[in-house]
């Protein structure tokens, strides 16, 4: 979601709480811009199931005598290790509510050793109020050029066809999949409720980090604004990392350390990441979404185990710039490399100029990964080992697995969408590591066009006759840039890109002429 301001959700990922970020509007009339919405979800264990059970071999700790100042680990008369008497089988009352949140909050100051500055709401929104929220702000925020414009992003990695609306299947993802919501500057939680307000402690103890964060540094400020996808991916691979590291240390202490209250009801239904009917929303934007909440726990326990919670904060000043950054704690900060157009449109072919970065997207790794990965899981084209993505690969915090070989050695990305009235098409220069790492995804690339049935023309355009991708295409590899052109036609992409010529694949020139030191389009 785009252009309505910042909501931090919680995302129903797997068998817990993963979060994301979202731009959203309103709660019984006031923005909801600057808010932070978590996505979650039930099936394997993300960062753990989120119903803690309290262990028989806990024993319950008496009440403490309260501090005579607030110090750390205790929070508005509760412990971080006191028993409460909260039982949810018929949902929280006000007086279980405020022990429940306290004594969470006193926990999460525990485990990050930071103090909270001040006292946090919150409060329930009801299921079928929180869908008519979000689809009044979807269609308020999504005009029809920008609809347009979306549709072409998700199109561009063959996750939506060409009638398929973008938008709505975004839509449906936020009505579904998400459980709570923080408000920065606002100090307030709400949890997506059923029926009667039921908590679980890890959408609980995850929101609590937002909040902790925007005491801390402010989660409203455009310091976590992005004006790209994989930009916004980079900041959430810090801030929701952080909030899902609290939480699954959280969770780790439930039953043998702290006495943790119990969550009501069956688990939620595993996600098929793994094969089976696909579900009923998008999946590639779902694995699209949640991959800061996959490995951005890793990417902060890296931080953390080298240099404490100090380290930690000094990301905060020097935040990752890229998804691959998040996906490979290794990598270091350094700026994805600059990539410019170049050639412009001609015979009509215009760009949306005040979309995204001067009218570009830039999906990342992450988005290019996906593609790849759901071409396997919805169209049985294993271009990569996609059954892979349940095995992670960076310790105990990481979820998911984002890595393959045509995807590693990303250095840049931006999509630039083109229309003509009707006609739509854009140009999408992708800039690698090595000519190796080039020549891998342009490999990858061509087997995902013959999956979808496309076939070479003399000219060297490959042509998708029928079905939802059907369109022509055009692959220029130049060095270490492969450049993807894409019309209705393929006369139209000698319009869209003049300079991609016929038979002209690869030119394979030692010094590649896609990196520029401007942002320019």
Excluded at 267 to 281: A, D, I, Q, V
Excluded at 300 to 308: I, L, P, Q, T, W
């Amino acid at each position: 979601m785009r252009g309505v301001g910042v909501v931090c959700v919680v995302l129903l990922v797997c068998a817990a709480p993963v979060f994301a970020t979202m731009d959203a509007g309103g709660v019984n009339g006031d923005s909801l811009a600057n808010a932070g919405a978590d996505l979650v979800e039930n099936g394997d264990a993300v960062v753990g199931n989120g119903i803690a059970s309290v262990d028989a071999s806990v024993v319950n700790q008496n009440q403490r005598p309260d501090p005579q100042s607030d110090v750390i680990g205790w929070e508005n008369g509760y412990w971080h290790n006191e028993s409460i008497s909260v039982d949810q089988s018929d949902g929280l009352s006000d007086e279980e509510r405020e022990a429940y949140v306290n004594r969470t909050m006193a926990r999460v100051e525990f485990i990050r050793n930071q103090e909270f500055a001040r006292p946090v709401e919150v409060d329930s929104l009801r299921r079928a109020q929180y869908q008519k929220l979000i689809r009044s702000q979807f269609e308020s925020q999504y005009t029809q050029s920008q609809r347009a414009w979306e549709n072409q992003i998700w199109e561009a990695l063959f996750a939506t066809g060409e009638r398929t609306d973008a938008a709505r299947q975004q839509t449906r993802l936020y009505q579904q999949r998400v459980a709570g919501f923080y408000l920065p500057g606002q100090d307030e939680i709400y949890v997506i409720a059923e029926d009667d307000l039921v908590i679980d402690n890890a959408t609980l103890v995850h929101e609590l980090t937002h909040a902790l964060q925007d005491q801390q540094v402010g989660l409203a400020s455009s310091q976590f604004e992005a004006e790209t996808l994989d930009g916004q991916r980079a900041n959430d691979g810090l801030t929701e990392g952080e909030a899902s590291y609290v939480e699954q240390r959280y969770i780790q202490r439930c039953g043998d350390e702290w006495e943790c209250v119990e969550t009501p009801g069956s688990p939620r239904e595993e996600t098929p990441y793994g094969g089976g009917s696909l579900p009923n929303f998008n999946l590639a934007m779902q694995v699209s979404l949640i991959q800061p909440y996959s490995d951005g726990p890793a990417y902060v326990a890296s931080k953390v185990d080298s240099g404490g919670w100090r380290a930690l904060q000094q990301e905060y000043r020097n935040p990752p710039n890229s998804s691959e950054q998040v996906i490979d704690p290794n990598q270091r900060n350094d700026p994805p490399r600059t990539l410019r157009l170049g050639e412009q449109a001609r015979n009509g072919w215009e760009l949306y100029g005040e979309k995204g970065e001067n009218g570009s997207e830039t999906v990342g790794e992450t988005g290019i990964y996906t593609m790849f990965w759901y071409q396997g899981r919805a169209y049985d084209i294993p271009i990569i080992r996609w059954q892979t993505f349940q095995n992670p690969e960076f310790g105990e915090y990481d979820s998911f697995n984002y890595t393959s070989v045509p995807s590693d050695g990303w250095a840049n990305d931006r999509l630039w969408p083109y229309r003509k009235g009707d006609k739509r098409g854009y140009v999408w220069r992708t800039a690698w590591d090595t000519n190796r790492d080039a020549i891998e995804f342009q490999r990858a690339y061509r087997d995902l066009l013959r999956g979808q049935n496309a076939t070479r023309t003399e000219s060297g355009a490959w042509i998708i006759e029928n079905g939802e991708f059907a369109d022509a295409f055009r692959i220029v590899r130049d060095g270490r840039t492969v450049t993807i052109v894409n019309a209705p036609t393929e006369g139209d992409l000698a319009d869209i890109r003049p300079g991609a010529g016929e038979d002209s694949e690869n030119r394979n020139s030692r010094v590649s002429r896609g990196y520029h030191l401007s942002n320019r389009p």
